[in-house]
């Protein structure tokens, strides 16, 4: 009979012995398995406020459960060409591919501490020939070449799952598993934020640039105007330098201002994942608007939009199944070992039935003494457990601060906006009053220079409020938890 012929009667005839003994294996562990001596996880109590604190809870409260966060970022952020940007970043932005492969990290963890359930079974097997030396100290043998062949196929040591241990390794990696998703919606949901708050940024400077450039255009003509006057002896000199003064300031601020709208171009770049250079804008920044109505709604659904509070509690099973490994440690380990094969002196013989070869057995290990080592263990287990819990309070507590600034940033930002328009156009008011004086000799230029620096200075901060109103609503969708789903695939 050749090799490949006994290779394939040994296939026929003796799978069914190893898989009989498979199975009488994979019995046992279910019987055996499943008594888990750690705890179970326990939700934590969680006493949410009634409403979020803001400046005027009364309208919070009257909104109900409407939130502004059940928006999806799509409908908030409704520039053609913020959406875009926000489209290319979730794409192509460093930190959403790390976040990512994190993510199949933690996803080959879950799989790997699965494996813990099953054997592991292994194969293998040689083939060799040998040569007694005629000359050697045995002399001349009979037959001094002769082959040797042994095939083999196993299970290695594995651990009957009597008190958990697996079962709690493998809640521990899938609990990581969700850290690492919830980590990536976070990601995700804080990226969308920075994104629309530099983009907003980015209109505003080139906003305070206009600004500029309109002021230091009319302070040309001014200065323009008062060197004619002086030359013709109407004014002073004195007064063609105050107007000197208003038009470099204007030139300065420029100068100044285009640097930061460089810098912010630069920044929003690499959120996109670009090398740093020069953006396309969609509207401009008198034109951005969000919805008027931007409601909190219930501080107890916020627990299940924010990710960062579903991270926490995935930290806290962790620790909950980390103490479960712990304790199982107490217990006797109860491993099954075995194999099956064939072994011959004589490669002919090799797959005979007298040439089988078989072992299988279970092993019991019980600590006896550790030096307290086991002890020590499950006290660190459960310390870590109670420093997980006061993390997820502290976050979930941390959560309903964020919306309750967020809120108040927007309320009073929006207040703070109306009061400086009114201020601006005072200033805007004062500013042609005096000029018209200065026209009619009533008054030195000293007084147009001092209310066209005020108006200057407030027409910046006018928009610098209401950027800061725009930011605000962006602040709260992120801290209501808006913007975190996944793409649709």
Known sequence: MSQQTSKTVFAMKHTK??????????SVALLLGGCAVG???????????AAFHSTDEATNTALGETSFADLKWQEVFTDPQLSAYIEEALEANWDIKIAASNLLAAEAEVAVARSG??????GGGDLYTTRTSENGPTGKLPTPEQSYGDVQLGMSSYE???????????????????QSAEAQHTVRQTLIAQVAA????????????QIAEDSYKTRQESLTLTTTREEGGVAAMQDVVQAQILVYTAESSIVDIKRQRDLQ?????????????????????????FASKVPAGLPSSLVERRPDIRSAEQSLIEANANIGQAKAAFYPQVTLTGAYGYQSVSSSDLFKSASRDWQFGPAVSLPIFTGGRLKSNLKITEAQYEAALSGYQQTVQNAFKEVSDALINYERTHEFTASQALLTQSNRDAAELANIRYEGGVTSYLEVLYNEQELFSAELSLAQAELGELLSVVQLYRALGGGWEAPTQ
């Open 17 to 26: 012995y190893f898989s009989a003994w498979t199975a009488a294996t994979g």
């Open 160 to 178: 009957v799952d009597l008190w958990g241990n697996i079962r709690y390794a493998n809640d521990a990696a899938r609990a990581r598993y969700l």
């Open 265 to 289: 171009e630069n920044a929003l770049c690499i959120l996109l994942g670009r090398n740093p250079g020069k953006l396309t804008r969609g509207a401009d920044f008198s034109s951005q608007r």
């Open 117 to 122: 359930f099953f054997p592991s079974i292994f």
């Open 198 to 209: 530099s983009y907003l940024n980015l209109l505003e400077l080139d906003y305070e640039l």
């Open 39 to 49: 705890p179970e996880f326990q939700q934590p109590d969680l006493v949410p406020p």
